[in-house]
């Protein structure tokens, strides 16, 4: 797809909603279009429930915000299914969340998967986590910017 081809047809492009709508997916958005943010993780459950397929290298989709409007384009370049215990410190950094080490970035991942939210998401499931859990770690890159900061 070209630029012209992403410009004019980005909304065909599937979203990707990161964290639910409110101030933490404001400051992860805020994040992406300042660079500092170019992975993410998923219980690989979320998946699972959904029944939808896992991210894929090359895979394209629009960065919404916390009211749908769209800020950007990424682009999928790494996809690995891992157990919550690999997790490296290098893909923590990578989040951009600001967490120094690997058990502060956990215990925050923690409380947003045990949060009411993910579990009325998930259909009301409660989810046990310990270092066996399967994660789905993606790595990104903004390809397109549609706006320069979240209102």
């Known amino acids: 797809m070209s630029e012209n081809d992403l410009t004019d047809n980005y909304r065909r492009l599937p979203t990707s909603e990161f964290a639910f709508p409110g101030p933490l997916r404001d400051r992860l958005v805020t994040a992406i279009l300042e660079g500092r943010k170019v992975t993410t993780t998923s219980l690989a459950l979320e998946y699972d429930i959904g029944r939808e397929p896992l991210p894929y290298e090359g895979q394209r989709s629009v ?6 409007e769209p800020v950007c384009v990424i682009e999928t370049v790494e996809v690995h299914v891992v157990p919550l215990g690999e997790v490296g410190y290098e893909h923590v950094v990578d989040e951009g969340e600001g967490h120094a080490t690997i058990s502060a970035w956990r215990a925050g991942h923690e409380r947003y998967w045990q949060s009411e939210e993910m579990i009325n998401s998930l259909g009301n499931s409660r989810i046990f986590l310990d270092d066996t859990t399967l994660v789905v770690l993606e790595r990104f ?8 900061s979240v209102d």
């Open 63 to 68: 960065v919404v915000d916390s009211k749908n």
């Open 141 to 148: 890159r903004v390809i397109k910017r549609l706006r320069s």
